[in-house]
């Protein structure tokens, strides 16, 4: 094997176990905000976010923001910034980012 045969084995091998546990990762989170509890408002990182269930401002929550992946029409859904748990479509936290 060539030096740069083996360089581009080794690379596309480190690639590979990178993706792995990524992959592996997102099979194993729940896939609907169903099977996730709920955020807890007291929890460390909610307090860190200044995450509340019902949004003070009636034109920003969970719903219309770009980080929500909860499905229209479901009181709850999945938030990156809170992995494992739901968010509340009415809720809102200070990374609230308007959807485009
Ligand atoms: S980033 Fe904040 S406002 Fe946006 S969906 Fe997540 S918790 Fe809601």
Same mark, same amino acid.
């Given at each position: 094997m060539t030096d740069i045969k083996r360089r581009k084995f080794v690379s596309m091998m480190t690639a590979g176990a990178a993706v792995i546990p990524v992959s592996a990762l997102v099979a194993s989170l $729940? !896939?609907?905000?169903?099977?996730m509890p709920a955020?807890? $408002?007291?929890?460390a990182q909610a307090q860190a976010l200044q995450y509340? !269930? /019902?949004? /003070?401002? $009636? /034109?920003?929550n969970c719903l219309n923001c770009t980080l929500y992946t909860g499905a229209e029409g479901e009181d709850m859904g999945g938030c990156p910034l809170f992995p494992g748990n739901a968010v509340m479509a009415a809720g809102w936290c200070s990374a609230y980012v308007p959807k485009a």
């Open positions: $729940p !896939s609907r905000a169903d099977d955020v807890d $408002p007291e929890s509340v !269930s /019902e949004s /003070e401002n $009636p /034109e920003q």
